[in-house]
């Protein structure tokens, strides 16, 4: 019988698919012995890909079945064999499953009822079943696609024998200037990915125009092709308002299972839910009876895909760093509860399915418009988004926001003047608007800050905490073993031992970490709420310099414990630094926690030299003495969140805002006067706002930097904080004339630090490239020109009238 099935299996192959299908079929045959199993199985699969093989009798030998050159053969006919082998297969795994038990059953009754085989002495057909299965779900997989490219193709035979050979030369339109060479390269390519074949391009000039101009846009619409469909399918739905929620059981549905990452960001948003509807009742308050735009929303964390390697879930549970999955978490309960409709993806196959990716290699558009007004996701996603979506990703790249918690600079944004000056890294050269990046703390005014929350106390805690504080408790920051290695730390850790129990929360599985010393009371890793328990005895969270800008110190002081950091000197950067070198920006890092430091400060935050011990000793004295309450920044509580997030969603756009201010040295004249002391230039009273700005402008405030100095610090020493979008306004020799700036000449460059005045020489230096302006940067040869304005107190993001 084993030989029947060879000889027949044998020439149906090599009729049909060629020998060398053979070998690795026959491989699996070789050392069967239940061959009734076996023959009803391969019967069927030689018969699958006997019909199969039919439907492509033009294919050539060693194409996969997507790239093939289809010839439209009966069309419903087609896709009716097609479906019948779609039920086949259904039907063939049932049997071959209710076999592979019968044989298995008969096999371990055989054993004697020894339940515990070797691997290697399970049944023989057991493998051979999982094998066949596999295969004929390909099959199936194979026939769906199959099925798609008849369509198209059959739609397109359909269309061309409307026209003429004639109507298919690729016209000559002054407005279409790409289309002959796309053409061009059509003829010579359209086979490099299947896509274009899933989109109906059978290599015939006329499937190559309507392709061009209907799918990607780079011909003319051919006057003979039905435009009703294209027309109707780009009017916008209509809006509808978003509704705050206070149910967050279907977030944590939306949110997925299966990764210790996505367990961990579910037992958050449910411990933090109360907060959330809280926060929300409080918004809506303020805001009224305000119309609110209910946005679609896809939120894709790249990072957690396996095909980004997703080594943060696997840490979760041993110390690794949480601080990522701190700011995903808040901000899909922050949009959920905004009342967006929302979708979340962790691999990259749920990704192209909500996006629409056409199958193959990634070179085609999009199959239908993008059904997301915004996509929120990371570097990792950013480039995965790129790989897949062909053209359409400069198209809808101005709907995605990038979550970058350590900032993107203007420098490194953009591609050609990274390449140019330097500035090019791993992460860099994306060409958005680098508002678009969105940072976990406010340190790089270029971006926009995203931020996360933490835990609010009320009253009734703050009192209960501050009752229960041990004056001489410390906490050290640092669950994993390795940040525990740092340099100098016996003698510090020394000093503080003379005057405070210490305690930590390092990662162990079985013995204590070495790198921790003995008088270090060693709790191991806890849960959030009993770490929280810890904070809330503790008088001092002492941080060793990493890791840096992590939620941890703004959730101690928010219980009520004073952090105490280590001053930089040098400040740490790419420059000198390992941990930044790659990253696209150029910012010096003076402690560990500069938004600790700068925006919060004593009595909360204490910024010492670790290596100066009087100093240390000194701060460790006073730090005992003194006395603070619990402490939340407003940006850091859920309805600070929630209102940032709500104005950036309503006002930010970056697809269609217009450009405010015309730039260059022939500007019209900029609406400012110079204030009363004449150190700065503030926005007119008599002058008109710009319909559709945002920030308003009437809040905008021009200082000219001393030499040296970057816009970010020179408005921060006004109180003030650099706001990029108000640069074209500035933009102009006006500005600089209004500043009593003697302006010998003028030029327009493509350079991050300007608009700026270059002494010696007189001259002053306009931006040529808006996606250059930046708050970031400095250089001693310049006096930047910079646009600041107000904030909202406790809400530096937001200027007084941005709500």
Same mark, same amino acid.
């Given at each position: 019988?084993?030989?029947?099935?060879?000889?027949?299996?044998? +020439?149906?192959?090599?009729?049909?698919?060629?020998? @060398?299908?053979?070998? /690795?079929?026959?491989?699996?045959?070789?050392?069967?012995?239940?061959?009734?199993?076996?023959?009803?199985g391969?019967?069927?699969?030689?018969?699958?890909?006997?019909?199969?093989?039919?439907?492509?009798?033009?294919?050539?030998?060693?194409?996969?079945?997507?790239?093939?050159?289809?010839?439209?053969?009966?069309?419903?006919?087609?896709?009716?064999?097609?479906?019948? @082998?779609?039920?086949?297969?259904?039907?063939?795994?049932?049997?071959?499953?209710?076999?592979?038990?019968?044989?298995?059953?008969?096999?371990?009754?055989?054993?004697?009822?020894?339940?515990?085989?070797?691997?290697?002495?399970?049944?023989?057909?057991?493998?051979?079943?999982?094998?066949?299965?596999?295969?004929a779900?390909?099959?199936?997989?194979?026939?769906?696609?199959?099925?798609?490219?008849?369509?198209?193709?059959l739609?397109l035979?359909?269309?061309?024998?409307?026209?003429?050979?004639?109507?298919?030369? !690729?016209?000559?339109?002054?407005?279409?200037?790409?289309?002959?060479?796309?053409?061009?390269?059509?003829?010579?390519?359209?086979?490099?990915?299947?896509?274009?074949?899933?989109?109906?391009?059978?290599?015939?000039?006329?499937?190559?125009?309507?392709?061009?101009?209907?799918?990607?846009?780079?011909?003319?619409?051919?006057?003979?092709?039905?435009?009703?469909?294209?027309?109707?399918?780009?009017?916008?739905?209509?809006?509808?308002?978003?509704?705050?929620?206070?149910?967050?059981?279907?977030?944590?549905?939306?949110?997925?299972?299966?990764?210790?990452?996505?367990?961990?960001?579910?037992?958050?948003?449910?411990?933090?839910?109360?907060q959330?509807?809280?926060?929300?009742?409080?918004?809506?308050?303020?805001?009224?009876?305000?119309?609110?735009?209910?946005?679609?929303?896809?939120?894709?964390?790249?990072?957690?895909?396996?095909?980004?390697?997703?080594?943060?879930?696997?840490?979760?549970?041993?110390?690794?760093?949480?601080?990522e999955?701190?700011?995903?978490?808040?901000?899909?309960?922050?949009?959920?509860?905004?009342?967006?409709?929302?979708?979340?993806?962790?691999s990259?196959?749920?990704?192209?399915s909500?996006?629409?990716?056409?199958?193959?290699?990634?070179?085609?558009?999009?199959?239908?418009?993008?059904?997301?007004?915004?996509?929120?996701?990371d570097?990792?996603?950013?480039?995965?988004?790129?790989?897949?979506?062909?053209?359409?990703f400069?198209?809808?790249?101005?709907?995605?926001?990038?979550?970058?918690?350590?900032?993107?600079?203007?420098?490194?944004?953009?591609?050609?003047?990274?390449?140019?000056?330097?500035?090019?890294?791993?992460?860099?050269?994306? #060409?958005?608007?680098?508002?678009?990046?969105?940072?976990?703390?406010?340190?790089?005014?270029?971006?926009?800050?995203?931020?996360?929350?933490?835990?609010?106390?009320?009253?009734?805690?703050?009192?209960?905490?501050?009752?229960?504080?041990?004056s001489?408790?410390? %906490?050290?920051?640092?669950?994993?073993?390795?940040?525990?290695?740092?340099?100098?730390?016996?003698?510090?850790?020394?000093?503080?031992?003379?005057?405070?129990?210490?305690?930590?929360?390092v990662?162990?599985?079985?013995?204590?970490?070495?790198? %921790?010393?003995?008088?270090?009371?060693?709790?191991?890793?806890?849960?959030?709420?009993?770490?929280?328990?810890?904070?809330?005895?503790?008088?001092?969270?002492?941080?060793?310099?990493?890791?840096?800008?992590?939620?941890?110190?703004?959730?101690?002081? +928010?219980?009520?414990?004073i952090?105490?950091?280590?001053?930089?000197?040098?400040?740490?950067?790419?420059?000198?630094?390992?941990?930044?070198?790659?990253?696209?920006?150029?910012?010096?890092?003076?402690?560990?926690?500069?938004?600790?430091? #700068?925006?919060?400060?004593?009595?909360?935050?204490?910024?010492?030299?670790?290596? #100066?011990?009087?100093?240390?000793?000194? /701060?460790?004295?006073?730090i005992?003495?003194?006395?603070?309450?619990?402490?939340?920044?407003?940006?850091?509580?859920?309805?600070?969140?929630?209102?940032?997030?709500? !104005?950036?969603?309503?006002?930010?756009?970056?697809?269609?805002?217009?450009?405010? /201010?015309?730039?260059?040295?022939?500007?019209?004249?900029?609406?400012?006067?110079?204030?009363?002391?004449?150190?700065?230039?503030?926005?007119?009273?008599? +002058?008109?706002?710009?319909?559709?700005?945002?920030?308003?402008?009437?809040?905008?405030?021009?200082?000219?930097?001393?030499?040296?100095?970057?816009?970010?610090?020179?408005?921060?020493?006004?109180?003030?904080?650099?706001?990029?979008?108000?640069?074209?306004?500035?933009n102009?020799?006006?500005?600089?004339?209004?500043?009593?700036?003697?302006?010998?000449?003028?030029?327009?460059?493509?350079?991050?630090?300007?608009? /700026?005045?270059?002494?010696?020489?007189?001259?002053?230096?306009?931006?040529?490239?808006?996606?250059l302006?930046?708050?970031?940067?400095? #250089?001693?040869?310049?006096?930047?020109?910079?646009?600041?304005?107000?904030?909202?107190?406790?809400?530096?993001?937001?200027?007084?009238?941005?709500?």
């Open positions: 019988m084993y030989s029947l099935i060879k000889h027949l299996c044998s +020439a149906y192959l090599v009729e049909r698919w060629g020998a @060398m299908a053979l070998p /690795a079929l026959l491989t699996h045959l070789l050392p069967l012995r239940r061959l009734f199993v076996l023959g009803i391969f019967f069927t699969l030689c018969f699958l890909m006997t019909s199969l093989g039919g439907q492509f009798s033009t294919r050539r030998l060693g194409d996969s079945p997507f790239t093939i050159r289809t010839e439209v053969m009966g069309g419903p006919e087609s896709r009716g064999v097609l479906r019948k @082998m779609s039920d086949l297969l259904e039907l063939m795994v049932k049997r071959m499953d209710a076999l592979a038990r019968l044989e298995n059953g008969s096999e371990l009754h055989r054993a004697g009822g020894d339940l515990h085989l070797p691997a290697d002495r399970m049944p023989p057909g057991a493998g051979l079943m999982e094998r066949i299965q596999a295969i779900q390909n099959v199936s997989d194979i026939a769906v696609k199959v099925d798609q490219i008849l369509r198209h193709s739609l035979h359909s269309k061309v024998s409307e026209g003429g050979r004639d109507q298919c030369e !690729a016209p000559s339109d002054p407005k279409f200037p790409d289309c002959s060479g796309k053409v061009e390269w059509m003829r010579a390519r359209w086979t490099s990915d299947p896509c274009y074949a899933f989109f109906g391009v059978d290599g015939t000039e006329c499937s190559f125009l309507i392709y061009l101009s209907e799918v990607e846009w780079f011909c003319p619409p051919l006057p003979w092709r039905n435009q009703t469909a294209a027309q109707r399918a780009s009017k916008p739905l209509p809006k509808v308002q978003a509704v705050f929620r206070s149910n967050l059981s279907h977030l944590l549905d939306l949110m997925g299972s299966g990764k210790e990452s996505l367990i961990f960001m579910k037992k958050r948003t449910k411990r933090l839910t109360a959330w509807v809280l926060a929300a009742q409080r918004l809506a308050q303020k805001l009224g009876a305000t119309w609110r735009d209910q946005k679609q929303i896809l939120v894709h964390i790249g990072f957690l895909t396996e095909e980004s390697g997703d080594v943060f879930s696997p840490r979760v549970l041993k110390g690794g760093p949480l601080g999955m701190v700011q995903w978490a808040d901000i899909l309960a922050a949009l959920y509860v905004l009342g967006h409709g929302l979708r979340v993806t962790v990259l196959k749920e990704l192209q909500n996006l629409g990716v056409p199958p193959g290699r990634g070179s085609c558009p999009l199959t239908i418009p993008l059904p997301f007004d915004l996509i929120y996701t570097y990792h996603g950013l480039q995965q988004m790129k790989q897949h979506m062909g053209l359409s400069k198209k809808y790249r101005c709907r995605i926001r990038v979550i970058d918690t350590f900032g993107t600079e203007p420098a490194y944004n953009h591609e050609e003047y990274a390449t140019l000056h330097g500035y090019r890294t791993n992460w860099g050269y994306w #060409n958005l608007n680098p508002k678009q990046f969105m940072t976990m703390f406010p340190h790089t005014p270029d971006n926009s800050f995203m931020g996360f929350v933490s835990e609010e106390l009320n009253e009734t805690e703050k009192q209960l905490i501050k009752g229960g504080k041990a001489n408790m410390a %906490v050290v920051y640092g669950k994993e073993a390795s940040i525990w290695k740092f340099q100098g730390k016996e003698k510090f850790l020394g000093i503080l031992n003379k005057y405070m129990e210490i305690h930590g929360t990662y162990y599985e079985s013995q204590r970490p070495p790198e %921790v010393p003995a008088f270090v009371k060693n709790h191991g890793l806890l849960p959030q709420p009993e770490f929280q328990q810890l904070l809330r005895k503790a008088k001092l969270f002492i941080g060793f310099g990493f890791p840096y800008e992590g939620p941890a110190p703004l959730e101690a002081i +928010a219980n009520g414990c952090f105490l950091q280590s001053r930089f000197s040098p400040p740490h950067s790419s420059l000198n630094h390992e941990f930044f070198r790659g990253k696209p920006t150029s910012r010096e890092v003076f402690s560990q926690h500069p938004y600790a430091e #700068n925006f919060i400060g004593k009595p909360h935050v204490w910024t010492v030299d670790y290596n #100066n011990s009087e100093e240390f000793e000194a /701060a460790i004295k006073a005992m003495t003194t006395q603070v309450d619990p402490y939340l920044p407003y940006e850091y509580t859920c309805e600070g969140m929630l209102e940032r997030i709500h !104005a950036y969603i309503q006002h930010q756009d970056f697809c269609t805002a217009p450009d405010p /201010a015309p730039q260059g040295a022939h500007a019209l004249q900029s609406p400012f006067v110079l204030a009363p002391n004449a150190t700065h230039l503030e926005w007119a009273q008599n +002058a008109s706002l710009t319909p559709g700005a945002w920030p308003p402008v009437n809040s905008l405030r021009a200082w000219l930097a001393v030499p040296g100095r970057a816009c970010t610090d020179t408005c921060l020493d006004h109180g003030l904080i650099c706001e990029p979008s108000f640069f074209p306004f500035l102009s020799q006006d500005a600089f004339l209004k500043l009593q700036v003697p302006c010998d000449s003028t030029e327009s460059e493509m350079n991050h630090l300007y608009p /700026a005045f270059a002494q010696p020489g007189q001259e002053c230096y306009l931006q040529k490239e808006p996606l302006f930046s708050c970031a940067g400095s #250089n001693t040869k310049y006096r930047r020109l910079c646009p600041c304005r107000d904030f909202r107190k406790g809400q530096v993001a937001l200027c007084q009238g941005c709500l």
